[in-house]
C-alpha cells in the first residue's frame, strides 16, 4: 500500500513538472515600435498612396523549445496611419468611422510554421467587423530578435466601408496590408 502511495505521488510529480516545464517554455514577446511597421496602400485611377504606422502594439507567445510563434495578438490606431497628405488621413479617419471604430486588430492562436515560414490564420477586426483571414509571413531570427514580415489584401466592402471618391471616381476596393515587426528576445 505504501508502495503503491509513493509511485502515485511521483508520478503525479512527473506529470505536474512535465507541465510546468511545458508552460515555461511559453515566452511572450513585445514588438519594438522604433523598428516595426504596418503600411496600407491603395489605388485610386489618377494615383497610388501608401499610409504608414510605427504605433503598433503586438504580443507574440513564442515556444522557446522549438522557436515556433503559437499566438499573436496586434493593435493599431487608424488615427495613426501617415501618408503624408493630412487632408487624407482626416478623409481616411471620417470613411472607416475611426472615431467609433478607432482600431484595427488581428489576432492568432492557429500559426503553422515550416522552416521559416507561416501560415496565419486569425480573426481581423475592422470597422466593427470581425472577418477571418489566411496569409503567408515569414520569420527570422537576426541576433537577439524575431522579425516577421507579409503582407495580405483585405477588401474594404467586406468591412461595410464604402470605398472614398476623389473626382466622382472610387478607389479600388481592396487595401494591401504589409508589416515588418521586430520582437525582442
Known amino acids: ?52 504606422s ?42 472607416t468611422e475611426a472615431l467609433k471604430y478607432p482600431n484595427v486588430s488581428l489576432s492568432s492562436k492557429s500559426i503553422k510554421q515550416v522552416n521559416d515560414k507561416l501560415t496565419v490564420k486569425g480573426t481581423l477586426k475592422f470597422h466593427g467587423i470581425s472577418k477571418e483571414v489566411i496569409f503567408d509571413a515569414e520569420k527570422k531570427i537576426i541576433k537577439d530578435e524575431i522579425k516577421v514580415t507579409g503582407n495580405f489584401e483585405i477588401l474594404m466592402t467586406d468591412f461595410k466601408i464604402k470605398p472614398p471618391k476623389l473626382l466622382g471616381i472610387a478607389t479600388d476596393k481592396d487595401i494591401n496590408l504589409s508589416f515588418t515587426v521586430f520582437y525582442k528576445l
Open 1 to 52: 500500500m505504501m508502495i503503491k502511495n509513493y509511485f502515485s505521488i511521483i508520478i503525479i510529480l512527473l506529470y505536474t513538472t512535465t507541465s510546468f516545464a511545458q508552460e515555461f517554455k511559453l515566452k511572450k514577446l513585445y514588438a519594438d515600435k522604433n523598428k516595426s511597421g504596418i503600411t496600407y496602400a491603395m489605388n485610386h485611377p489618377l494615383h497610388a498612396w501608401s499610409g504608414v
Open 54 to 95: 510605427n504605433d503598433i502594439l503586438s504580443v507574440i507567445l513564442l515556444d522557446t523549445s522549438n522557436m515556433e510563434i503559437n499566438e499573436l495578438a496586434v493593435v493599431v490606431k487608424i488615427a495613426s496611419f501617415d501618408s503624408k497628405n493630412s487632408n487624407r488621413d482626416s478623409n481616411t479617419i471620417e470613411v
